[in-house]
């Protein structure tokens, strides 16, 4: 009977401790700097499309049991992924005892959108096994703009586009004074962004800009199969400045 109690009574000692560090954690966004927020606000992180970003939260110290799943995101966006890094010299390959291990972590997020993946991501959180309040943030990828990767040229992304790449440089003067300053981590802008309107079709688009159905369709592929486009939308278009370059259109001249 006085061993049945005693192990009662550590049982009740450990799921206290878990308890305790449930209601304790307390979290702190380290990166992007720019992100880190003023107060409680919601963390809003702005990127773009091939951009690698990482979302990186400090937290307070929690105890880890074994066989517990410490960090879970159940709703996210394609293909990111989430993982937690001790910062502690505990080692994830030692096995924690029954009675857990005490360590600080940093909840890591991290993600490269596609341009199809350009939106407003309101509410993400990620859920640590030890605690009652999720980590929430909010990401921002902006329409329309792209982020170097390392064998990126303008050649390359026009191509990519089929126009040249003095559209794509003269898009972005601003911030490349030279077509040969192209840097891995660059967030250029692939084009403009056009509301669209009422009574919009790809064809009407497509001539009125001087590009392709292809070219727009390629800009927007989260609006590819859209039959009929809604007015209200955000879209990017390259619009091609060059007439001897624009598709050749019936009773249009250039």
Not at 115 to 120: P, S, T
Not at 123 to 131: F, I, K, P, Q, V
Not at 208 to 216: K, V
Request: one cysteine or more; a negative charge.
């Amino acid at each position: 009977m006085a061993s049945s109690f005693s192990v009662l009574f550590q049982t009740l000692v450990i799921l206290s401790v878990f308890s305790l560090s449930a209601y304790g954690c307390d979290y702190k966004l380290v990166h992007p700097a720019s992100a880190i927020p003023v107060g409680n606000e919601v963390p809003v992180i702005t990127t773009a499309a091939g951009c690698m970003v990482e979302v990186v939260f400090e937290t307070g110290e929690l105890i880890v049991l074994p066989d517990v799943d410490m960090l879970t995101m159940e709703i996210r966006p394609p293909g990111a992924q989430v993982r937690l890094e001790s910062m502690n010299q505990w080692v994830f390959d030692e096995q924690p005892t029954a009675d857990g291990v005490s360590v600080n972590f940093r909840a890591v997020f991290a993600w490269k959108p596609a341009l199809a993946d350009a939106k407003f991501y309101d509410g993400l959180r990620m859920d640590l096994a030890s605690c009652t309040d999720p980590i929430v943030f909010s990401i921002q990828v902006v329409k329309c703009r792209y982020c170097i990767n390392e064998r990126d040229s303008l050649h390359s992304i026009a191509a990519d586009f089929n126009t040249h790449w003095t559209q794509i440089w003269s898009s972005n003067i601003d911030i490349l004074t030279s077509p040969d300053t192209l840097r891995t981590g660059d967030e250029i802008a692939l084009g403009n962004v056009y509301h669209t309107q009422f009574g919009d079709t790809w064809k009407y688009l497509s001539v009125r800009f001087g590009t392709s159905i292809e070219s727009l369709q390629r800009l927007n592929p989260e609006m590819r199969y859209a039959a009929i486009i809604p007015g209200g939308l955000s879209m990017c278009v390259m619009p091609e400045t060059c007439p001897e370059r624009r598709p050749a259109v019936p009773g249009i001249s250039w």
